[in-house]
């Protein structure tokens, strides 16, 4: 009897044995999987160590594989949730390759929606952006007015405004309008450096002069508001007007304004109501405020009047087509 219960014992133990065997088997094979998983993430020159992910797969985080059951947005919100960009990760990439992306409109993917496009596009900016460092540090001028912006917009690198900055100061030697533009934009509005609205005025003003109808606007802008100077009315309607004979709309309001308000200049409605149908010309009429604008100068004005500055813009707007076509 005992035996027998000794011989059961043995084979119970043995059949234990073979089921933990198996299930050990199980996992490895599983673990194999995962491992794969994981080299599945790799694209280009795209590692797991760059996508964040290099102990993932041994942790088994979500993020081993990141496409499998999971919607596009679902796969930005995993992403998300370890301070990995999608676009950078090329995530994304693998799951379109595969054929797992679900269609999915909601918040999270609105701005991602064509994801392998993007990742393509993330490779090629780092590939372009190493290649404007290198110009840019050899004294291309115009390299470094591109490094800037990619510095900006982090386009094949991080953001860095502080960078976007020093790279624009060592750029605006070139003598470069829209260098000068932006230079002065980033004082203006104090990215990546302070905010210093007399070296901002200074360096619209060296644009100005050189005919950027939105530098010319700008220096108008800060003579009206006293913004880096005292001031100035009579400067303001100057660079404002110059400005409008470029056809840009927002002076043309500021005109009608400064003629509405005798600002720099002596109250002339007819004027103002000549600017105020421009600008409307310019924005489409899309601005409510504007009609209401011309419905009160109309009051101030006689029907004759009224038809003589009609016809008049008129002819200014079909010049505007014609410079457009």
Same mark, same amino acid.
């Given at each position: 009897?005992?035996?027998?219960?000794?011989?059961?014992?043995?084979?119970?133990?043995?059949?234990?044995?073979?089921?933990?065997?198996?299930?050990?088997?199980?996992?490895?094979?599983?673990?194999?999987?995962?491992?794969?998983?994981?080299?599945?993430?790799?694209?280009?020159?795209?590692?797991?160590?760059?996508?964040?992910?290099?102990?993932?797969?041994?942790?088994?985080?979500?993020?081993?594989?990141?496409?499998?059951?999971?919607?596009?947005?679902?796969?930005?919100?995993?992403?998300?949730?370890?301070?990995?960009?999608?676009?950078?990760?090329?995530?994304?990439?693998?799951?379109?390759?595969?054929?797992?992306?679900?269609?999915?409109?909601?918040?999270?993917?609105?701005?991602?929606?064509?994801?392998?496009?993007?990742?393509?596009?993330?490779?090629?900016?780092?590939?372009?952006?190493?290649?404007?460092?290198?110009?840019?540090?050899?004294?291309?001028?115009?390299?470094?007015?591109?490094?800037?912006?990619?510095?900006?917009?982090?386009?094949?690198?991080?953001?860095?405004?502080?960078?976007?900055?020093?790279?624009?100061?060592?750029?605006?030697?070139?003598?470069?309008?829209?260098?000068?533009?932006?230079? *002065? =934009?980033?004082?203006?509005?104090? /990215?990546? !450096?302070? +905010? @210093?609205?007399?070296? %901002?005025?200074?360096? $619209?003003? #060296? &644009?100005?002069?050189?005919?950027?109808?939105?530098?010319?606007?700008?220096? *108008? =802008?800060?003579?009206?508001?006293? /913004?880096? !100077?005292? +001031? @100035?009315?009579?400067? %303001?309607?100057?660079? $404002?007007? #110059? &400005?409008?004979?470029?056809?840009?709309?927002?002076?043309?309001?500021?005109? *009608?304004?400064?003629?509405?308000?005798?600002?720099?200049?002596?109250? @002339?409605?007819?004027?103002?109501?000549?600017?105020?149908?421009?600008?409307?010309?310019?924005?489409?009429?899309?601005?409510?405020?504007?009609?209401?604008?011309?419905?009160?100068?109309?009051?101030?004005?006689?029907?004759?009047?009224?038809?003589?500055?009609?016809?008049?813009?008129?002819?200014?707007?079909?010049?505007?087509?014609?410079?457009?076509?």
């Amino acid at each position: 009897m005992k035996l027998e219960i000794l011989k059961g014992e043995i084979i119970n133990i043995y059949s234990l044995i073979i089921i933990i065997s198996l299930s050990m088997t199980t996992i490895n094979i599983a673990q194999d999987s995962k491992s794969n998983d994981c080299q599945k993430c790799l694209l280009d020159s795209v590692t797991c160590a760059e996508m964040g992910i290099t102990n993932s797969c041994s942790k088994e985080s979500p993020l081993y594989d990141p496409c499998k059951d999971k919607t596009c947005g679902e796969r930005c919100r995993v992403c998300s949730s370890e301070d990995v960009d999608c676009l950078e990760t090329a995530v994304i990439n693998v799951c379109n390759t595969e054929g797992k992306c679900k269609p999915d409109t909601g918040a999270h993917c609105k701005e991602k929606q064509e994801y392998q496009y993007d990742i393509q596009k993330s490779v090629v900016n780092r590939e372009i952006f190493k290649n404007t460092l290198n110009k840019a540090t050899g004294g291309d001028s115009k390299a470094q007015y591109q490094l800037a912006k990619m510095y900006y917009l982090g386009q094949g690198t991080q953001k860095s405004k502080k960078k976007s900055f020093e790279w624009t100061k060592i750029a605006v030697n070139n003598g470069n309008i829209n260098v000068q533009e932006y230079l *002065a =934009s980033m004082y203006f509005n104090g /990215q990546g !450096t302070e +905010k @210093n609205d007399e070296k %901002a005025l200074y360096w $619209f003003e #060296k &644009a100005a002069k050189k005919g950027s109808k939105t530098a010319q606007d700008a220096v *108008a =802008s800060m003579y009206y508001n006293g /913004q880096g !100077t005292l +001031k @100035n009315y009579k400067k %303001a309607f100057k660079w $404002f007007k #110059k &400005a409008s004979k470029q056809g840009y709309a927002k002076s043309h309001g500021m005109l *009608a304004r400064m003629y509405y308000k005798q600002e720099g200049v002596k109250r @002339n409605y007819a004027k103002s109501y000549e600017h105020t149908l421009i600008m409307m010309y310019l924005n489409k009429g899309k601005d409510s405020n504007i009609q209401r604008s011309i419905d009160i100068l109309e009051k101030k004005l006689s029907k004759k009047e009224i038809e003589k500055i009609n016809k008049k813009v008129k002819k200014i707007a079909d010049k505007l087509n014609k410079s457009d076509l």
